[in-house]
């Protein structure tokens, strides 16, 4: 099992910027698949990006397109989410997940997760 812990949650203006860091506590942190998701009040958790081991494959949900980034440092065992022009729908829970296998959004199928970090953002 994966140790995450994430980080950089926060309360930001609309049209805003965040950046959210995954850091894994584990040597073989390469050999694993990245997701983030969000969940809102009231909402099931949703799958937002997701970076693969060796950061050739990323998928992210359309809500978030060209405006998040996911990207992902080995050496630091950790991934990012950049996260731009934030608007008040963004507003939710974010959680890292890891997996072994390939990039989903399906967060059934990640076995690892961090306790999350709250981003809101205010209009």
């Known amino acids: 099992e994966v140790q995450l812990a994430e980080s950089g949650g926060g309360l930001v203006q609309a049209g805003g910027s965040l950046r959210l860091s995954c850091t894994a506590s584990?040597?073989?942190?390469?050999?694993?698949?990245v997701g983030w998701f969000r969940q809102a009040p009231g909402k099931e958790r949703e799958g937002v990006s997701c970076?693969?081991?060796?950061?050739?494959?990323?998928y992210y949900t359309d809500s978030v397109k060209g405006r998040f980034t996911i990207s992902r440092d080995n050496a630091k065992n950790t991934v990012y989410l950049q996260m731009n022009d934030l608007k008040p729908e963004d507003t939710a829970v974010y959680y890292c997940a890891a997996r072994r296998d390939y990039c989903t959004g399906t967060a059934s199928l990640f076995g690892s997760w961090g306790q999350g970090t709250q981003v809101t953002v205010s209009s």
């Open positions: 970076i693969n081991r060796s950061a050739r494959s990323s």
């Open positions: 584990i040597f073989t942190f390469a050999e694993y698949t």
